[in-house]
């Protein structure tokens, strides 16, 4: 355990605060509602301008019809224009470009 004494102890204290508020003011975080009749299997966001598609953000995981997630994409940019791509569980695929995160701090698929 730590224990900080003193003024120089609120000075640290405040910059250990300033640290954690930097790093993580990076990471965007926003809510995937899926209100469409299929399942997510996989679901990409590459910032607008990167030719190819990052990772699939769920990885083994599955978005069922009718749920929602919340995303937090910790790529270090802070961007706030990302293309999306869905693949559904029939095998369609769904593209949506310069989708602006920050300002809708969610995304709403529907049929």
Known sequence: MMI???VG??????ALLAVSATASAE??????????????TEFYASPTGVDDWEDD????????????VEI???????QCRYDLKFVFDDGD???????????????TLRD
């Open 57 to 68: 953000v769920l990885g083994q995981d599955v978005l069922a019809a009718g749920d929602d």
């Open 72 to 78: 937090t994409i910790g790529d270090g940019r802070t």
């Open 27 to 40: 990471d965007l975080v926003f809510d995937l509602k899926n209100h469409s009749s299929f399942d997510v």
């Open 9 to 14: 102890a609120v000075g640290a204290v405040l």
């Open 4 to 6: 900080l004494k003193g």
């Open 93 to 107: 695929e769904v593209e949506r470009k310069k989708v602006d995160l920050c300002e809708t701090g969610s995304y």
